[in-house]
């Protein structure tokens, strides 16, 4: 079956936009999480949605990241004023539960000039 | 807070030699733990894992055994292959939790 897709695969914007990342779970799959990858480390976890409610976002940076995912399926990370910090992989991943094995996408790189 | 700290890459192997590579857990209560592997190109994909202590996790010829009088879960292959290079990456979940706290990751670059 269909894996975790994530879209754009690569996006570039310049320093004060607004980017939004989406991620396709696995169908079925009720948690879904957020991670992001600098060059040379291990992800780090940004939030984590059961259902449609974020169960932990403990690991957003700041009050410019925020993510949804209104209909408990797909989710959209968005960050507002972007800065050149924020450039690095988003990864996603979906479990069929929490506790359960998480299936990572492909990961969107993100690049802000 | 918990953290996981992987031995430092890259790593470069002949092929059939002997694999290890070192990971350490600080860890309230009785995390699970995993190693992911990223190949060039693709996503991060289970290795292996191990739920508790004394567990000893293993696939395609990797094993880690869950040590928790050392806090350790070293990943180990006999015989390593060219297309075992990767970024391999240590990683575990709070007990209860659902997000995974990575390591740094390690590569590991094996020559024919």
């Known amino acids: 079956g269909a894996g975790v897709s994530q879209t754009p695969s690569n996006k570039v914007t310049e320093k004060g936009k607004y980017v939004e990342l989406r991620c396709d779970p696995i169908?079925?799959?009720?948690?879904l999480y957020w991670y992001r990858q600098s060059l040379g480390q291990g992800p780090e976890f940004l939030i984590y949605f059961q259902g449609t409610g974020a169960a932990d976002d403990s690991g957003l940076p700041n009050d410019r990241f925020f993510a949804v995912r209104p209909e408990g399926s797909v989710s959209t990370l968005k960050i507002q004023r972007t800065e050149r910090g924020d450039s690095a992989v988003y990864l996603c991943a979906s479990s069929l539960n929490r506790g359960n094995e998480q299936y990572f996408g492909p990961g969107t790189r993100l690049t802000v000039t | 807070g918990n953290s996981v700290t992987q031995m430092e890459g890259p790593v470069t192997l002949s092929e059939e030699a002997f694999l290890t590579i070192n990971c350490t857990y600080t860890a309230t209560g009785y995390p699970s733990l995993f190693w992911y592997v990223q190949y060039p190109g693709e996503g991060l994909q289970l290795l292996l894992k191990?739920?508790?202590?004394?567990d000893k996790g293993s696939n395609k010829g990797f094993e880690a055994t869950y040590r928790k009088e050392t806090t350790s879960f070293h990943l180990e292959k006999g015989s390593v292959q060219v297309s075992d290079s990767a970024v391999y990456f240590c990683?575990?979940?709070?007990?209860?939790?659902?997000?995974?706290?990575f390591g740094q990751g390690t590569e590991l670059s094996v020559k024919p």
């Open positions: 990683a575990l979940r709070e007990n209860q939790g659902g997000k995974l706290i």
């Open positions: 191990a739920t508790k202590a004394d």
């Open positions: 169908s079925g799959h009720t948690a």
